[in-house]
């Protein structure tokens, strides 16, 4: 691939993929709402809104492959997730077809899954069970990604992407963590593989402790460098309380899972025995 599109690069994961993307390429392009600063060495920046059929125009053309991180992160008002994940993402792939772009790279989350108790295994073959809005819009990001890759032939690797910082913190974020190295290696992987119809797999690094099984990731061949277990020691010995009520602290997707949930946990965290 010549030039690769980067969506969120001002973004809390945006940011260091960019780094980690540094002369992958021979062209990155790095697209954002916010101010991207100086163009690196191969770079070009375009600071601009998916929502903004202009602004999208300017970022596809002459695009070979798109790695799309851009939109809200976290949970938000519908009206909020409805513009910018669900018809933003549309308009980013109608406008990557029209552009001849023939790789996306999708970064859906764990939380499109969200609502699965923890220790079910998961393989990217489960029905979808978003645990907030923000998930939901994941959902429809790997449904659009299903219909592209289906009616355009556009090939498209959706990534649910796990806890992508520094290091786990908690007992839920050994099981999830991945670190940067190991998603952008997956990224690429979704760019630069020959035959790539839609693929779901997971985001997540080589952690013992996880409910993923990532065998299609690793089927196209992905093999992470790197784990979470390192830190079992320190999170195991550490006193500090997980945050969330029983529903965040029963099921995959955490305090995003119980901030607006209503009724008996029963429904989705199963009874001890």
Same mark, same amino acid.
Request: net charge negative.
């Given at each position: ?71 809200? &992160? ?104 991945? &670190? ?13 593989? #020959? ?28 093999? #992470? ?49």
């Amino acid at each position: 691939m010549k030039r690769v599109l980067l969506t969120g690069a001002g973004g809390g994961i945006g940011k260091r993929m960019r780094r980690e993307l540094s002369g992958a390429y021979p062209i990155l392009r790095v697209s954002d709402l916010t101010d991207l600063g100086p163009a690196a060495d191969g770079e070009e920046i375009v600071v601009g809104d998916i929502c903004d059929p202009g602004d999208r125009a300017r970022m596809v053309d002459g695009v070979d492959g798109i790695i799309h991180l851009g939109g809200l &992160s976290v949970e938000n008002p519908w009206e909020d997730i409805l513009r910018v994940n669900i018809d933003g993402t549309y308009r980013l792939y109608e406008a990557a077809f029209e552009a001849g772009v023939k790789r996306i790279v999708f970064a859906s989350s764990n939380h499109a899954v969200g609502f699965y108790p923890r220790g079910h295994m998961l393989d990217g073959t489960e029905r979808p069970r978003p645990d907030c809005r923000y998930g939901l819009s994941k959902v429809f990001g790997e449904g659009l990604s299903q219909y592209f890759a289906d009616n355009y032939g556009i090939g498209i690797l959706s990534v649910r992407i796990g806890w992508c910082f520094a290091k786990p913190e908690t007992q839920r974020q050994l099981g999830c963590w991945v &670190s940067i190295g190991d998603l952008t290696r997956l990224c690429r992987l979704g760019l630069e593989i #020959p035959e790539l119809h839609h693929e779901i797999v997971y985001g997540v690094s080589d952690n013992s402790r996880t409910w993923w099984d990532n065998s299609t990731a690793r089927r196209l061949g992905f093999t #992470p460098q790197d784990t979470a277990d390192v830190w079992i020691p320190e999170v195991d010995a550490s006193d500090v309380p997980e945050p969330g009520n029983e529903v965040a602290l029963g099921v995959q997707g955490g305090p995003f899972a119980s901030t607006e949930y209503q009724g008996d946990p029963g429904r989705v965290v199963p009874a001890k025995r």
